[in-house]
């Protein structure tokens, strides 16, 4: 797996399963085919444009929030010098600031993504950390006609407030991360939030694979070859 992009290189590249879209969902069809050898070369990132770059840091904040502290203080102090370096590759010395800062959010980034994700690579349970953000934004990523990222980022910034309502994080953590994906130019409001029908069903659907990928898996004793 060779990576261009930012989601490609530290998520969708690492990543176990392939997917497509279908019959107006996110990622509704795929199998798990993990990739033999998966490359991220942040040099790619120089030519990618600079909203398809900030959409795909958020998978990097997601990553932070839920496994990695140093990588999310690592992300405060290069804030959006990492986009306009496009992770030190342009116009930087090598052995600059946000040079070093970049290979060290990519490795966290990698870091935290494999140990998560390879730890469970068949999906056989739902205690996913790397699922952060991807609650209800497969259900509103599309009709809301936003990019990946941004999506997630919503989904992500929704989740801290309804964690930070609950108890299990503090109003300074919450904001904290709230801060962090604004200073980036990420989305954490989109009016489709406010369509009853399609959060409810996005809850409703999320629920429904959680317990199918159960019920595929454990009563059969056996792995089966769908992503939903
Ligand atoms: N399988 C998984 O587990 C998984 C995980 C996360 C995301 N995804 C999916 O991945 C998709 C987003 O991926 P993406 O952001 O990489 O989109 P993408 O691959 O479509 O790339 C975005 C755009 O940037 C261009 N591009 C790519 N690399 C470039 C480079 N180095 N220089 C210049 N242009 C370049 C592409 O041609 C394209 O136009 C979403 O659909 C998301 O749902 C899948």
Redesign the pocket.
Known sequence: MLS?????GI??GP?P???CDGFGY??LFGAYHPPVLSITDRF??K???EG?LR??II?IIKMAVVKDAELFRNLEAAGPALISSRFGTLDCEPESEISLLSQKILGGALRSYVAAEYGNLYETHQCRPHAYGHTWSPGFEIEAGLL?GHAVAIGMGFGAFLSQRLGWITEAECQRILALISSFGLSLWHDILLKKETLWSSQVKIFRSAARIWWLRCPRGRLANVAI
């Open positions: 261009t992009s930012i989601v490609a998520d969708a990543s399963r392939t997917c996110k990622n790619f990132f030519t990618l444009r398809w959409h795909g998978e990946h």
